[in-house]
Each structure stands twice: as structure tokens, then as C-alpha cells.
């Protein structure tokens, strides 16, 4: 059974830093791209960033370029979000999602229950 | 970048059928990805690539993708079916890269 369980989640205040992890299990995890998706209170979904199976690519929202950085280490089977500089509208419940895709479309085929991030004063 | 455009909310009875559109600029051309989201839960992928059903997921829910409007098509609705539903395109002339519609509730009466 595929299983992604997020941590890592809390309250920060503006400027500071925060970082998630991913742990992944039932699947190998270093056949797979894998991404972050963040939905903030009451709001629509939002991918944040994406990274290859091998690291090889990696790819951000413009809402976070140059702030987050998305990394992984396929021996521990962990995804990891590297987040500084956080703003107020960062605050959201951060999902980690596998990716599923060829040719012609890209998905998420699996998803964590999340973990909420805070940014507050 | 590309913009993806669904109804806010769909009303319907139980054992008829809902139909949620998204509108995108020639997502014909696209492969539309669909989730569903129940309050307090991460989302599920309940069809992919237009008209795909994960293992797991009823008969009841379809897609269909033509021209400028994709459309998930769930029958015969249940009670559980109430939830949001968003649908997803990868775009790689976009950015951002994967797009997400806003999402709409749907409402079982």
C-alpha cells in the first residue's frame, strides 16, 4: 500500500523558516517524481514544486521561487520543502503528491493527509 | 499562464447525474486529471488522463475532454459523493507548470 506520511508542519513567524519531510512507503520511491501541493484555509489546491525521480529536475510555482527548495534522498525514501523567507500567504497545509505521467499529461496520483503550516506573528 | 475554469458549486439529487465542467483555452488538447476532496481530507485522484479510472474508484465516476470544456460525469449520485472537485492539467509552456481549476462543490440534495 502507498503510503506518504508530511511532518514537519508548525507556526513560524514572517522571515522565518520551516522545513517538511515526506516519508514514503509501498512503492520505489526513487522510480518516481514527486511533488508538493498546498491548498491554504478554505482555499483551491496549488502546486508548489516538483522534483524528478533522480533529482535531475526540478521545478517551482513563481509564488515561491528563490525561497523553497524541493530535494529528496531516495536511500531514506524521503521527500523534503525547504522553506525561508515565509510569508503570511504561505500559510496552508502543504501535501506531498507522487507523480504519475507520460508524453501527455502529468497527475498526483497519491497524497499525503498533509501537514498545516502557519505563518504568524 | 494557463487558466483552468470550473463552476463554483453543482447541485444535484441522489441517483441523478452530475456533471462538473473546466473550462481551459483548447484543453481538448490537454490531458485533464480529476480529484475529489472531502472536508478534513487530502484529495484523490479520480480520473486521469481524461477518461481514466484509478483502481478503486466506481464506474459512476467518467471524463470526457473536447474543444474548450472537460467534463467529469459522476451517475447516479450518492449522499458520499459529496465533496470538491478539481481538475488538473500539466502544461509545459505554462507556468505555472501543473494547474489546478478552482475547484467546485458539489452538493447532494
Known amino acids: 500500500e502507498v503510503q506518504l506520511v508530511e511532518s514537519g508542519g508548525g507556526l513560524v513567524k514572517p522571515g522565518g523558516s520551516l522545513r517538511l519531510s515526506c516519508a514514503a512507503s509501498?512503492?520505489?520511491?526513487?522510480?518516481?517524481?514527486m511533488n508538493w501541493v498546498r491548498q491554504a484555509p478554505g482555499k483551491g489546491l496549488e502546486w508548489v514544486s516538483s522534483i524528478s525521480s533522480s533529482s535531475s529536475y526540478i521545478y517551482y510555482a513563481d509564488s515561491v521561487k528563490g525561497r523553497f527548495t524541493i530535494s529528496r534522498d531516495n536511500a531514506k525514501n524521503s521527500l523534503y520543502l525547504q522553506m525561508n523567507s515565509l510569508r503570511a500567504e504561505d500559510t496552508a497545509v502543504y501535501y506531498c503528491?507522487?507523480?504519475?505521467?507520460?508524453?501527455?499529461?502529468?497527475?498526483?496520483?497519491?497524497w499525503g493527509q498533509g501537514t498545516l503550516v502557519t505563518v504568524s506573528s | 499562464s494557463y487558466v483552468l475554469t470550473q463552476p463554483p458549486s453543482v447541485s444535484v439529487a441522489p441517483g441523478k447525474t452530475a456533471r462538473i465542467t473546466c473550462g481551459g483555452n483548447?484543453?481538448?488538447?490537454?490531458?485533464v486529471h480529476w480529484y475529489q476532496q472531502k472536508p478534513g481530507q487530502a484529495p484523490v485522484l479520480v480520473i486521469y488522463?481524461?477518461?481514466d479510472r484509478p483502481s478503486g474508484i466506481p464506474e459512476r465516476f467518467s471524463g470526457s475532454n473536447s474543444g474548450n470544456t472537460a467534463t467529469l460525469t459522476i451517475s447516479r449520485v450518492e449522499a458520499g459523493d459529496e465533496a470538491d472537485y478539481y481538475c488538473?492539467?500539466?502544461?509545459?509552456?505554462?507556468?505555472?507548470?501543473?494547474?489546478f481549476g478552482g475547484g467546485t462543490k458539489l452538493t447532494v440534495l
Open positions: 488538473q492539467v500539466w502544461d509545459s509552456s505554462s507556468d505555472p507548470l501543473k494547474v
Open positions: 483548447n484543453i481538448g488538447s490537454k490531458s
Open positions: 509501498g512503492f520505489t520511491f526513487s522510480s518516481y517524481s
Open positions: 488522463y481524461d477518461s
Open positions: 503528491a507522487r507523480g504519475l505521467y507520460d508524453s501527455s499529461g502529468y497527475c498526483f496520483d497519491y
